[in-house]
């Protein structure tokens, strides 16, 4: 064999190493995120018979717990798949409500889906700010003369 024929040999092996690593790149990932309970588990709770350390022991401790009605439960949880470099694609989401009655039953229960939700534009605005605007060179220069000297305090005292 010649020197070419061992050149190409390497060329194309390392063609070849590199294909197999770029694909290897383009694999998928699932991500799981949050809380999302068996839903077995989820049928399981009764309104009325279980009370909420009954729902901490099958649920664990909960996503959120409402600001306004300390008495409702959120359990929250996503799955979703990435692949490469693109946006990942949501593929499960799962918002478990859980309300109790001021004894600490279960009140009611509600599961919300993917099919639940709902897109929000976010607001392009800005808010104003008080104050002034300042180039890069007042930012820089504007603290010079401010300082009178070591021996006296900022009223020049």
Not at 34 to 54: A, F, R, S, T, Y
Not at 105 to 112: G, S
Request: negative net charge; proline residues 4%.
């Amino acid at each position: 064999m010649g020197k070419q024929s061992k050149a190409r040999r390497a060329i194309g092996s390392v063609a070849i190493g590199l294909g197999l690593l770029g694909l290897g790149a383009c694999s998928s990932g699932l991500n799981t995120h949050g809380n999302l309970p068996d839903k077995e588990i989820v049928e399981g709770i009764q309104p009325g018979i279980h009370n909420q350390q009954d729902v901490l022991g099958m649920l664990g401790s909960p996503s959120a717990v409402s600001t306004f009605e300390e008495n409702r439960w959120y359990y929250i949880g996503s799955r979703s798949e990435t692949v490469a470099f693109f946006e990942p694609e949501i593929l499960e989401r799962n918002v478990l409500v859980v309300s109790f009655t001021d004894d600490g039953r279960v009140d009611e229960k509600k599961v919300y889906t993917l099919n639940d939700s709902r897109e929000v534009d976010p607001v392009d605005r800005v808010t104003p700010t008080e104050g002034k605007t300042l180039s890069v060179f007042q930012q820089l220069f504007g603290n010079i003369g401010r300082f009178t000297g070591a021996g006296t305090d900022q009223r020049g005292q």
